[in-house]
């Protein structure tokens, strides 16, 4: 009876001892729950939350209009196909799969930049806002990274050199100000990497559709 | 001294070595009970009523955010499945769904399945030593850089982070130690899920991406890393924005 007691006794302990290191472990963690991030980093996650959401918000009403297009065409006719046409071509250009143009920005750039210096500079021009990037006459897509090939950096499989121009269509003033910003990606580049970056708006920018089969070979629609 | 030749001090033995146990046990339940007290002390005098407020704010705008997502992929099933039914009214609007259904599996609009690895990285659960970075024993935002980079040129051919379907257009970016991919605000572990031919984890596994830098972290920070060779996963569409508002199409579609 006491030894059964006991056992009970120690069981509980030891449940409780466990119970309390995973909480211990789980308060070393990062501060990622919002409770306990600064002030300053929740009124930047405040600000760009907000910026998100009203993409979706816009995107939910485009959404919708189609919607209401395809509705309004009904299931034939020259109707359906023209909100089909105009679909397919706002797809083709969101992926890279055709040409577009537009106004943005022209970043003229010369000098040893890796291909992480590249690759955060791209990912940095998405964030600002960038609809559609081109290196030269690269466009890239999803898939498209920055790597170090034999004798240069390779996008794609295609060679980029020393000196070469990154154009990003978007809103000319956003993207400016986010890559020149005090901290901003170019100041920190031109601190770490020996080359020049100059930047300036340009109202009329044509950028290439990709080269690139982006067909999958292996990954297949899952309806 | 024999047990058996004193049974009334073998119960004294033995009553002795539990009491020891529970009491050993007892003491580290009160330590480890105090390091969590403190800690949570700590935690609670740095949260004013300011953050508690901004705090909140976040909460609301994360739900905001998950409703909308809800609504936008409900509108994008019903604008395909009208592109669906229209299909077979006439030839043109059949090669028409064809070429959307392919230029949607091509941008990463659609949901895909196959073959592919997973992979999974999480913050250290060593002890940060004194004098150390804390930062330096969590993932960082430049780690999930350099894993999608290494998996996108290992071939790659559709990856997702935490469900967010990577797109021409995502970005992955910090925010102080959080991050977010797309729109979706990501905490750890982060799992990374990429759909390629045979070789994959391989190829990832050797490319410089991966090991230049965040190969280190994890052998140095003892980040927690795991991969895995999958025969199929499934991955979501991308759900966010794919309108335009400043590039415009200057040629007919594909």
Do not use: C
Not at chain 1, 47 to 70: F, H, I, M, P
Not at chain 2, 70 to 83: I, P
Not at chain 2, 129 to 152: C, H, K, M, Q, Y
Not at chain 2, 203 to 210: E, G, K, V
Request: proline share 5%; charged share 20%.
């Amino acid at each position: 009876m006491t030894r059964n007691m006991a056992q009970v006794s120690l069981f509980a302990v030891g449940l409780l001892v466990g119970l309390l290191l995973i909480g211990q472990l789980r308060s070393q963690a990062r501060p990622t729950e919002i409770s306990t991030l600064s002030a300053q980093e929740l009124s930047q996650l405040i600000e760009t939350l907000s910026s998100r959401n009203g993409e979706l918000r816009s995107a939910l009403s485009d959404q919708r209009d189609t919607l209401r297009e395809y509705e309004a065409a009904g299931p034939v006719g020259q109707s359906a196909l023209q909100v089909g046409r105009e679909d397919l071509r706002r797809i083709a250009a969101f992926g890279g799969l055709v040409p577009v143009m537009g106004q943005g920005i022209s970043l003229e750039v010369e000098g040893d930049l890796d291909a992480i210096a590249l690759n955060d500079l791209l990912n940095e021009l998405r964030n600002a806002g960038a609809e559609a990037l081109a290196v030269d006459q690269i466009r890239i897509t999803a898939r498209s990274v920055a790597v170090q090939g034999p004798t240069s950096l390779l996008i794609d499989g295609v060679p980029v050199g020393r000196r070469f121009t990154l154009r990003a269509i978007g809103s000319p003033e956003g993207l400016l100000s986010t890559i020149e910003r005090p901290g901003g990606i170019i100041p920190q580049l031109e601190q770490f990497i020996d080359a020049s970056i100059v930047a300036s708006q340009s109202d009329d920018l044509d950028l290439p559709a990709t080269q690139a089969d982006l067909t999958p070979q292996v990954a297949q629609p899952d309806d | 001294m024999s047990v058996m030749a004193n049974p009334g001090g073998r119960r004294f033995r033995t009553l002795s070595t539990w009491g020891i146990s529970i009491a050993v046990a007892l003491a580290v339940v009160g330590f480890v009970g105090a390091m969590q007290w403190n800690s949570s002390l700590a935690r609670d005098q740095f949260t004013t009523s300011a953050q508690q407020v901004l705090a909140g704010q976040v909460t609301d705008l994360e739900d905001e955010q998950d409703t909308l997502r809800q609504e936008l992929a409900t509108a994008n099933a019903q604008v395909q499945r009208l592109q669906q039914q229209s299909t077979g009214s006439s030839v043109a609007l059949e090669e028409l769904n064809r070429q959307l259904a392919v230029a949607r599996l091509q941008t990463g609009l659609s949901a895909v399945r196959g073959p592919g690895i997973t992979v999974e990285i999480a913050d250290s659960k060593r002890v940060v030593p004194p004098g150390e970075n804390p930062s330096s024993f969590i993932v960082l935002v430049d780690d999930l850089r350099d894993i999608v980079t290494a998996l996108w040129a290992s071939g790659a051919e559709a990856i997702s982070i935490n469900g967010e379907r990577l797109v021409a257009t995502s970005s992955i970016y910090g925010v102080g130690a959080s991050v977010l991919v797309n729109t979706a605000f990501l905490s750890p572990p982060f799992r990374i899920e990429a759909i390629g031919d045979d070789g994959l984890l391989e190829r990832f596994q050797a490319h410089p991406a991966f090991i230049g830098r965040v190969a280190q972290r994890i052998d140095f920070f003892g980040l927690e890393f795991a991969s895995q060779v999958s025969t199929e996963l499934r991955l979501p569409a991308f759900i966010g924005s794919t309108r335009f508002r400043w590039a415009v199409p200057s040629e007919e579609g594909p």
